[in-house]
């Protein structure tokens, strides 16, 4: 037996997380698990079919290393119908394990050893682990709650966030786990930051569609960052595919390139049959995106409603399909311990919100709820819930 430790010190601290525990409690328990981020219910048929079509077509080995060159004109197409944005599909879009492996390639193909990640805390649980894998520094900003029930920065703190050995912001939004959506004087005060410090701008919008208040605006929208900012999303999210794990980068060719260098060495490619399947997603109407946000606001009210009458203090998210609630009124447990008696307690699984926090204590007083699942699955949680603590 050799001697020293298995996990490479890069990856220490990010043995396993709460999820796992969660999952296990939830499926002992018979728990309502709204811990976990994923829909109870799969996207459209229509884009389902094109990717049973494809198996059976012979769709089955390796695409292209970019991605197959229609799914890269309809990402194209889809930021051009959004948001304006004009893509050479060419080497402005590259395909990607997901969003996962959009930002793990991000960090280890744009960043040195020793460089620095500004990012806002709480974070996505990916981010840190890949920061770390690549050899960079998580720097962290804390957003936390405001009086208003919003989620907020201090300026001067993200200002002295930024040092000479800045290489990437990290932007999420809307923001997984807090639902922020950021507003556009806050964009701008990260462009103007991005654009003195020479910085990149890699910015998660997984959640793009959906959005409650306010409106999604990707930063490479605002002047000058166009040049400087990557923008990644996924199919999972947007059509209700997590496990297909399609999802893409795109920006200008010289970062992108460098981000498609890392990502060969990675998967190299992905998702032959789904990659078909996803186009025909990218371009589905109008109205399939607005039905995504309406129903997911339908299914955030319904839940809200049922946490206020539990007794919780809700933070409303302006986005994504996650919401926060402060435990304070209903108990003096910190957050992960309540999450851990939850299950026996009132059989629903949430997550405390220290697990995505660099300092634990920041989310000691708040549970994350995911809404993504059916009315009657939200229904009952609630109900539960109200029994429990209401
Ligand atoms: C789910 C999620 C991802 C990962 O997306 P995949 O396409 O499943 O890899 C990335 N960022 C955020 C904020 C997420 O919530």
């Not at 020293?4 to 601290?13: H, I, K, M, Y």
């Not at 793990?104 to 744009?110: D, E, M, P, R």
């Not at 990659?275 to 990218?282: C, D, H, M, R, S």
Request: proline residues 6%; aromatic residues 10%; glycine residues 10%.
């Amino acid at each position: 037996m050799t001697r020293r430790p298995f996990l490479a010190s890069r990856l220490q601290g990010f043995g396993t997380t709460i999820f796992a525990e969660m999952s296990a409690l939830a499926a002992q328990t018979g728990a309502l698990n709204l811990g976990q981020g994923f829909p109870d219910s799969d996207g459209p048929d229509e884009v389902k079919q094109v990717a049973i079509d494809s198996i059976f077509a012979g769709v089955n080995q390796y695409p292209p290393g970019p991605g197959t060159m229609d799914l890269r004109r309809a990402i194209g197409e889809h930021q051009k119908r959004f948001y304006g944005i004009d893509l050479d599909p060419t080497d402005e879009v590259l395909v990607t394990a997901g969003a996962t492996e959009a930002l793990a390639a991000s960090y280890l193909g744009l960043c040195e050893v020793g460089d620095e990640v500004v990012a806002f805390d709480p974070t996505y649980d990916s981010y840190a682990a890949g920061i770390s894998m690549a050899g960079a520094v998580l720097k962290p900003v804390p957003l936390l709650p405001q009086d208003d029930g919003s989620f907020g920065f201090d300026d001067e703190e993200l200002r002295r966030a930024f040092s000479p050995k800045t290489r990437l912001l990290m932007l999420n939004t809307p923001h997984n786990p807090t639902g922020k959506v950021f507003n556009r004087s806050e964009l701008q005060l990260l462009a103007e930051l991005c654009q003195e410090h020479d910085v990149i701008a890699v910015v998660d919008e997984v959640y793009e569609h959906m959005v409650f208040s306010g409106t999604h605006v990707p930063l490479a929208t605002l002047p000058g960052m166009a040049e400087r900012t990557i923008s990644i999303g996924s199919a999972g999210k947007m059509f209700s595919f997590t496990g297909w794990k399609v999802g893409w980068a795109t920006g200008p060719a010289p970062i992108v390139s460098a981000i498609r260098t890392a990502k060969q060495f990675l998967t190299f490619v992905n998702g032959a049959p789904f990659q078909p399947a996803v186009a025909v997603g990218l371009r589905l109407g109008d109205d399939y995106f607005a039905t995504l946000g309406q129903q997911m606001a339908d299914k955030k009210d319904l839940l809200c409603d049922k946490l206020d009458q539990a007794g919780f203090t809700v933070l409303e998210p302006e986005g994504t399909y996650f919401v926060t609630a402060d435990i304070s009124p209903v108990t003096a447990k910190k957050s992960v311990e309540f999450c851990l008696a939850l299950p026996e307690e009132a059989g629903v699984v949430a997550v405390p919100c220290s697990v995505f926090y660099q300092d634990d204590r920041l989310g000691e007083r708040h549970i994350r709820f995911c809404f993504a699942k059916s009315d009657a699955f939200l229904a009952e949680a609630g109900e539960r819930l109200i029994s429990a603590y209401g």
